[in-house]
Antibody, heavy 123, light 107 residues
Framework: QVQLQESGPGLVKPSQTLSLSCAVS??????????WNWIRQTPGKGLEWIGN???????YYNPSLKSRISISVDTSKNQFSLILTSVTVADTALFYC???????????????WGQGTLVTVSS | DIQMTQSPSSLSASVGDTVTITCRAS??????LNWYQQKPGKAPKVLVY???TLQSGAPSRFSGGGSGTHFTLTISSLQPEDFATYYC?????????FGPGTTVDTK
C-alpha cells in the first residue's frame, strides 16, 4: 500500500519561496497510471487543488496559482516537490500531497493522502 | 472553472438517522463526482466515486446518486464514527474543484 509523507518548513516569510517535498513509499512514482498532487486546505477557502505531475512527464496546475507554482519529480528519491513563489499570508495552509488514480471511466480520485504539513506565512 | 456548492453547510443529527447532503456543479459534469469524508486532524478519505460507486472499504450505509449538475450523498442509519465533514469534488475538469464541505455533528 502506497504511503505519502510531506516535509518542509513550517514557517515562511512573506514574498519568499515555499518548498515542500512528498516522499512516496510502497510503489514507484513513475509506474502505474497515477497523478501526484498537491492540495491545500484553509478554514476560509476549504480544499484547493494546487497541481499535479504525471510520472515525470506532464504537469497540470490550478489556473489561479499557475504563475507561482512548479511541481517536479525526483525519481532517485521517489519523491515529488512543490515550489510556490512570492508567498503571502493568504498562502498559509495545511498542505497535503496525494495520489490520484482512475478506478472507472468517470475520472480520477484522490485515493492516498499524506498526513499534511502546516505552513504559516508570517514575518 | 467549475464551481461546486454544497447544502447544507452543516447539519445536526442523531445516531440512527438518515441524512442527505446535496452537491451542485455549475455545469454538467456527467458522473465525474466524488465524495470524501474528513475527520479532525486527518486527511480526507474517498467514500464514493463516479457519483454512485462505493469505494472499497467504505461502509454500505453510504450511497451516492445523481448526474449532470445535481448529486447527493446519503448516510443511512448514521453511526458515531460518521460525524465528520463531507466534501464533494468534481473530476471532470483539470482543476478538480472541491465543494465547501458539509459538517455533520451530533444533535
Amino acid at each position: 500500500q502506497v504511503q505519502l509523507q510531506e516535509s518542509g518548513p513550517g514557517l515562511v516569510k512573506p514574498s519568499q519561496t515555499l518548498s515542500l517535498s512528498c516522499a512516496v513509499s510502497g510503489g514507484s512514482i513513475t509506474s502505474g497510471d497515477y497523478y501526484w498532487n498537491w492540495i491545500r486546505q484553509t478554514p476560509g477557502k476549504g480544499l484547493e487543488w494546487i497541481g499535479n505531475i504525471y510520472k515525470n512527464e506532464r504537469t497540470y496546475y490550478n489556473p489561479s496559482l499557475k504563475s507561482r507554482i512548479s511541481i517536479s519529480v525526483d525519481t532517485s528519491k521517489n519523491q515529488f516537490s512543490l515550489i510556490l513563489t512570492s508567498v503571502t499570508v493568504a498562502d498559509t495552509a495545511l498542505f497535503y500531497c496525494a495520489r490520484s488514480a482512475m478506478p472507472s471511466n468517470s475520472g480520477y480520485i484522490f485515493d492516498s493522502w499524506g498526513q499534511g504539513t502546516l505552513v504559516t506565512v508570517s514575518s | 472553472d467549475i464551481q461546486m456548492t454544497q447544502s447544507p453547510s452543516s447539519l445536526s443529527a442523531s445516531v440512527g438517522d438518515t441524512v442527505t447532503i446535496t452537491c451542485r456543479a455549475s455545469r454538467d459534469i456527467s458522473t465525474f463526482l466524488n465524495w470524501y469524508q474528513q475527520k479532525p486532524g486527518k486527511a480526507p478519505k474517498v467514500l464514493v466515486y463516479a457519483a454512485s460507486t462505493l469505494q472499497s472499504g467504505a461502509p454500505s450505509r453510504f450511497s451516492g446518486g445523481g448526474s449532470g449538475t445535481h448529486f447527493t450523498l446519503t448516510i443511512s442509519s448514521l453511526q458515531p464514527e460518521d460525524f465528520a465533514t463531507y466534501y464533494c469534488q468534481e473530476s471532470d475538469s483539470m482543476s478538480w474543484t472541491f465543494g465547501p464541505g458539509t459538517t455533520v455533528d451530533t444533535k
